[in-house]
């Protein structure tokens, strides 16, 4: 142990002694000089027989020596900045050694003799856009200015230096087409860079789409050159409704499999493989799942949706079992929480367990409409709730379920003041206030921008909607078929998009789909 601690002791005092002994080199101020690197503008060399090159130091500690590792082959002298390489009496390659008064060094590579001119790839395919590096690798160069390049048609590449000291060059493809890029430098050697530039290639956002009958899904063109078509091999099985240069919905017609061919303006294409199932299942959420709808298209918010005084949501769904304490006992349907929210709840101020349906419109239940209907689990309910901005009082308001009109046995709050509804600002399916579940199966839902009448709402209820019609802005089947999915789209004039929060993929049986048509 003694000999440990006297090993130790001596350590110490020899750190001790260097860092004393490094404090004389320090500056005036005690401080430490702090070492930059040596940085040369012409890090390599090439020259011939009887010539000579002068190459400055840009950047180092000064007072700078410079040694050849190979005087026969080329010499070197330093002159304050800048040093002379003269070529020996023989061809080949060597180092000279810049060291500054720090002790810094730096290489400098010097080849003497006449080379023939290399770039690192003699031959570039490169896509519209794309880019691409050349290195000329050898030649009878020492630095950019020494080297020069022409491109032969400059609308279908271009070229520029990449690097201050370094044969280093950016291609970029304008056009497609075909063309040479060719380097020649001083002693007039030169080296052709062939150069083909092709359309951009088709990428789209799903090559293996799969879709329900008579349901859609969106695809959309990712990377291309504009001027997109898409054509079924099979148009029985799959419809093509074309949205906008970029999107496109394929909509099941009949179950099977097709391709797809997508060809762009400058006859690029590809093909995708589409799969339409038999729709006889329908999403089932559970209690961890949920939709969230942002109505936005290419990222722009349907203004469409904002200040309405006329509203209907239609869903169809199961529960599943019923949310207890923690989720205030509601079963969350669809709606926006503290706005315009249809769900499923406890009477107000009566504690068991029978729930209602109740559409509730602010952060404290002040407006409340509670239907009488008792909501039961692991049975399929149409519901619906229209708001009639025409009418006034509880005019306004009215609940169905399976295309009854409700009895209200709640009516709560001034429904005169439920107007300029906004729907564009967190609405979901099948969740609120960040919980509250719908905690099993949804079939439909849909969204209109016009108050239905009792005998429309009857008329359709638990009926599956497949065309365009006035006032409907949303209108999403839940049943694209016994796969993963993420999304569903509106097969309404817009298709917004309703993203789950976790894949979809698990399917429950809904009896509507044993229908053979969907109503027209």
């Given amino acids: 142990m003694k000999r440990i601690y006297t090993y130790m002791c001596l350590l110490l005092l020899s750190v001790c002694s260097f860092a004393v002994a490094g404090c004389d080199d320090d500056d005036d101020n005690g401080v430490a000089k702090d070492l930059i690197e040596v940085i040369v503008n012409k890090p390599v060399v090439r020259i011939g027989q009887n010539e000579e090159v002068k190459v400055n130091i840009v950047v180092g500690n000064g007072d700078y020596t410079v040694r050849s590792f190979n005087s026969a082959i080329a010499t070197a002298a330093v002159s304050g900045e800048q040093i002379i390489i003269k070529s020996g009496s023989q061809n080949g390659a060597t180092t000279v050694e810049v060291m500054d008064g720090e002790g810094v060094t730096a290489d400098i590579s010097v080849n003497v003799g006449v080379f023939e001119l290399e770039v690192n790839e003699p031959q570039v395919t490169l896509e519209v856009g794309d880019e691409k590096q050349l290195i000329v690798s050898m030649g009878n160069f020492s630095s950019n200015d020494e080297l ?53 290639s088709i990428d789209v956002s799903n ?156 952060d404290k239940g002040g407006i409340r409409y509670e239907g009488s209907t008792k909501i039961e689990t692991n049975q399929w309910y149409d519901v619906a709730v229209v708001l009639d901005g025409s009418k006034s009082g509880s005019e306004r308001i009215a609940l169905y379920v399976n295309g009854v009109k409700e009895t209200l046995q709640l009516s709560n709050g001034e ?72 999304t569903f789209v509106s097969l309404a004039e817009k298709s917004f998009e309703a993203e789950a929060a976790k894949v979809v993929s698990t399917w429950k049986p809904d009896p509507i789909l044993e229908e053979t048509s969907p109503t027209e």
Avoid at 157 to 182: C, I
Avoid at 187 to 194: C, E, L, N, P, Y
Avoid at 415 to 425: E, F, R, V, Y
């Fill in 148 to 200: 020069s390049f022409t491109v032969e048609d400059e609308t279908i590449v271009s070229m520029v230096n990449t690097d201050v000291f370094r044969p280093f060059y950016t291609l970029t493809g304008l056009k497609s087409g075909h063309t040479t890029v060719t380097f020649t430098d001083h002693k007039g050697k030169q080296a052709i860079v062939q150069v083909t530039v092709n359309p951009i």
């Fill in 415 to 486: 429904p005169n003041n439920l107007k300029d509804i906004n729907l564009t600002s967190n609405f979901f399916i099948g969740q609120s206030d960040g919980k509250r579940r719908l905690n099993g199966s949804i079939s439909y839902a849909r969204i209109w921008t016009a108050a239905l009448s009792g005998e429309q709402v009857a008329g359709q209820s638990g009926k599956i909607l497949s065309e365009n019609k006035e006032g409907l802005v949303a209108n999403w089947l839940f049943n694209n078929g016994n796969g993963n999915t993420k």
């Fill in 207 to 362: 090559l293996t789409p799969r879709v329900g009958v008579n349901n859609k899904v969106m695809i959309t063109v990712e990377k291309g050159n504009g001027g997109y078509t898409l054509t079924a091999e099979d148009e029985t099985i799959v419809d093509i409704q074309q949205l906008d240069d970029t999107h496109f919905n394929l909509v099941g017609k009949k179950a099977g499999v097709t391709t797809i061919l997508v060809k762009d303006a400058a006859e690029q294409e590809l093909s995708l493989t589409v799969t339409v199932v038999q729709a006889d299942k329908v999403a089932y959420l559970g209690s961890g799942n949920y939709f969230k709808v942002p109505f936005e298209y290419n990222g722009v918010v349907d203004e469409s949706l904002k200040n309405l005084n006329a509203i209907t949501f239609e869903a169809r769904f199961n529960i599943e079992s019923l949310n207890g304490d923690g989720d205030a006992q509601i079963n969350t349907i669809m709606g926006i929480e503290k706005i315009f929210l249809l769900r499923v709840d406890i009477h107000k101020g009566v504690k068991n367990e029978e729930r209602f349906l109740q559409l509730s419109a602010d």
